[in-house]
C-alpha cells in the first residue's frame, strides 16, 4: 500500500503555530510521503441532534472559514463522516501516518485509541493549552483554585513560543487531486455546499423537551466576524494598536462602552473587548501567537505577573487567557464537567425549580422577556449576533441560576446552541462559575440585575441598544422583573442551603 502523511485538521485553522501541521509536513518531507490535510465533517455537528449541539453559528462558521483555510494547501480533502472510523477506513489503500493536535474532551481520546487499536500510526501533538496538563500544586494535587494555578503557570504561559510559520516549500509532495476524487463523501471545497451538509433543525433537549429554537428566537444573522487567520490577526493587531488593550483592565467590563460606535457588520472589529475568542475556540490563532504580539508591541516580557511598571490591561489580559487555560485543564481532567458540579457539596443538592416553572422562566429568559431590562437586553443581542460580553454572560448566568432557580446546565445547553465562540470547557467552567457550583467557589454571588446595569451601563445605552424598537424582537417584556430581587435572593439562599450572610450581592 502506498504510504500516506495526513495532517487531521480539527479546530486549527492556521499555518501559524500549528504543532500537528508541521510535524506532518516535515514527516512527509523526511520520509518521502505524500501528503494530505483532510478535515472530517463529522456526522454529529451535521445530523442536527440536540445531544451533540453544533449550533447554526458554529454552522456558518465553519462553512465560511473552512474553505478559506483548506485554500492555502495545493491539495486539501474535506469529506463528511466520523473522524476516526474514516481514517480506518481510508488506512485500507493507504498506509497512513497520521498527525493531530490534541484537545481537552474525552471523545477525542476516545477517537485516538479506537485508531490505535486499529493499527492506523497516529501522533497526538500539544496545542490545546500552553501550559502543561500535568500541572500540580506542591503537594501534588490537581489546582481547584484560579490565583495558585495562574501563579504556578505564568512564567510557562508567557515564555511558550509559537513555532514557525508553515509553508509548503518545493519538497513537500502533495497527494494527487485524481486519488483524492476516490475518497468517499467528499465535500466540495465552498461555503455552500459545507453549509448545506448541515441539518436545519435548530433544536435544544432540556430534560424530557426538545425545544424549537425557530419558535423562540429569530434566525441567526451571524454577520461582522472575521473568518480567517489573516483577518483574526489584523484584528488583534490593531486592537493593540487602537490603546484598548492597554485600557483592558479600566475598560473591559463596560457594557456601555462596549457598544459605543458598534457596527453590526464589524462587530469584531469594534468595542473594548478584543473578540478573540472565536479565534481562540476555531484555533484560527493560538494564545501563544497572541502573547508574542503583545511582548513584542510592548516591548516587555511580562515575567513579572505584580509588576507596577508595565500595562495594567496587558497583565489582566494575560491573566484572562490563562483563565481558559485553567477551564480547559479542568475540564481535561474532569471529563464529567459539563453535568457534574465541580464541588461535591453541590452534587445533586440543589433543589432547583420545578420542572413547570422552570420551563417559563428558561424560555422568558432566551426570549429577553424577564423583566430585568439589563438581562433582556443581553440575551437578545445573544439571539441576534451570537456574540454576548463577558459581563453579560456572567449577569444572565447568575439571574437564571440564582433568581429563576433553574439549573446551570440548562444555560449551558442554550449558550453551546447559539454561541458563536463556543468553547465547551470555558462556557462550562462560565456556567458552574454563575451557579456558584464550579472550581474557584468563593464567595456565592448573588447579582442584582439593577445594579449591575448602574454600574456597567449606567447611561443606558447597552440596553437601549438592545431593546431598541427596531429589534428583530417585539418588545413585549414586561415592564417588572417576573420575580422581584429580594425575594429571588431569599429563595436563592435557601436552594443552596445559606443564612442571609451566606452569600454576597453584586
Ligand atoms: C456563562 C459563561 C459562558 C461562557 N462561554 C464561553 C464560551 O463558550 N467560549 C469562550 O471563549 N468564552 C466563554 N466565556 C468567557 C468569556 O465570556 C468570553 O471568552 C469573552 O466574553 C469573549 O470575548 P472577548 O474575546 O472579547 O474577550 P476578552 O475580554 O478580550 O478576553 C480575551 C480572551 O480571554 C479569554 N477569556 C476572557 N474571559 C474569560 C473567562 N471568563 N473565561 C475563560 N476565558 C476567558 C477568552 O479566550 C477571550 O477571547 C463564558 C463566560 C461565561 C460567564
Known amino acids: 500500500m502506498p504510504p500516506l502523511t495526513i495532517y487531521w485538521s480539527r479546530r486549527d485553522f492556521r499555518l501559524a503555530d500549528n504543532p500537528a501541521l508541521l510535524a506532518a509536513s516535515s514527516y512527509a518531507v523526511e520520509h518521502k510521503t505524500a501528503f494530505l490535510p483532510l478535515f472530517v465533517l463529522e456526522d454529529y455537528m451535521t445530523a442536527g441532534d440536540p445531544a451533540f449541539q453544533f449550533g447554526y453559528p458554529s454552522r456558518w462558521f465553519i462553512s465560511e472559514a473552512l474553505p478559506q483555510f483548506a485554500s492555502q494547501f495545493e491539495q486539501f480533502a474535506i469529506v463528511q463522516g466520523k473522524g476516526a472510523q474514516y481514517l480506518i477506513d481510508l488506512n485500507k489503500k493507504f498506509k497512513l501516518t497520521v498527525f493531530v493536535n490534541d484537545d481537552v474532551y474525552i471523545d477525542f481520546y476516545k477517537q485516538i485509541t479506537k485508531l490505535q487499536n486499529a493499527g492506523v500510526t497516529v501522533t497526538v501533538l500539544e496545542d490545546a493549552l500552553s501550559v502543561p496538563k500535568e500541572t500540580r500544586s506542591g503537594e501534588g494535587n490537581l489546582y481547584s483554585v484560579f490565583t495558585p494555578f495562574k501563579k504556578n503557570v505564568w512564567a510557562r504561559f508567557i515564555s511558550h513560543k509559537p513555532q514557525p510559520t508553515f509553508t509548503s516549500g518545493t519538497e513537500l509532495t502533495y497527494l494527487a487531486e485524481k486519488e483524492i476524487a476516490q475518497f468517499s463523501h467528499l465535500i466540495a471545497n465552498d461555503s455552500s455546499a459545507i453549509l448545506s451538509a448541515f441539518s436545519k433543525k435548530r433544536l435544544l433537549t432540556i430534560g424530557d423537551t426538545t425545544l424549537d429554537l425557530d419558535e423562540l428566537i429569530p434566525e441567526q444573522k451571524i454577520t461582522g466576524w472575521y473568518t480567517c487567520e489573516a483577518d483574526a490577526l489584523k484584528r488583534f493587531s490593531d486592537y493593540l494598536k487602537s490603546g484598548d488593550l492597554d485600557a483592558y483592565k479600566k475598560n473591559r467590563d463596560s457594557l456601555e462602552l462596549d457598544v459605543a460606535n458598534q457596527d453590526e457588520t464589524r462587530i469584531a472589529y469594534t468595542g473594548k473587548t478584543s473578540k478573540m475568542s472565536l479565534a481562540l475556540a476555531w484555533g484560527l490563532v493560538s494564545s501563544r501567537t497572541l502573547m508574542q504580539m503583545m511582548q513584542t508591541h510592548f516591548d516587555e516580557s511580562f515575567d513579572n505577573p505584580f509588576s507596577t511598571r508595565v500595562s495594567e490591561g496587558a497583565l489582566t489580559y494575560i491573566s484572562e487567557l490563562i483563565w481558559r487555560e485553567f477551564y480547559r485543564y479542568q475540564l481535561f481532567h474532569r471529563p464529567d464537567l459539563m453535568d457534574t458540579e465541580f464541588q461535591k457539596k453541590f452534587q445533586g443538592t440543589i433543589q432547583w425549580v420545578g420542572t413547570k416553572t422552570a420551563h417559563a422562566r428558561f424560555i422568558a429568559w432566551i426570549k429577553g422577556e424577564t423583566g430585568y431590562p439589563i438581562v433582556d437586553a443581553a440575551m437578545k443581542q445573544l439571539a441576534e449576533t451570537g456574540w454576548m ?106 436552594r443552596y442551603g445559606l443564612g442571609d450572610e451566606g452569600a454576597r450581592d453584586y
Open 389 to 494: 460580553h463577558n459581563r453579560s454572560r456572567m449577569i444572565v448566568a447568575s439571574i437564571l441560576t440564582k433568581n429563576f432557580g433553574v439549573d446551570w446546565r440548562w444555560g449551558q445547553e442554550y449558550f453551546r446552541a447559539v454561541l458563536i465562540d463556543l468553547d465547551e470547557a470555558s462556557n462550562s467552567g462560565g456556567w458552574q462559575w454563575g451557579a456558584s457550583v464550579g472550581a474557584d467557589p468563593k464567595p456565592i454571588r448573588i447579582f442584582n440585575a439593577e445594579l449591575q446595569a448602574k454600574n456597567y451601563d449606567a447611561s443606558g445605552a447597552y440596553q437601549n441598544k438592545w431593546l431598541r424598537s427596531d429589534s428583530t424582537f417585539s418588545l413585549t417584556a414586561p415592564s417588572v422583573p417576573i420575580i422581584e430581587h429580594k425575594l429571588a435572593r431569599a429563595e436563592a439562599l435557601k
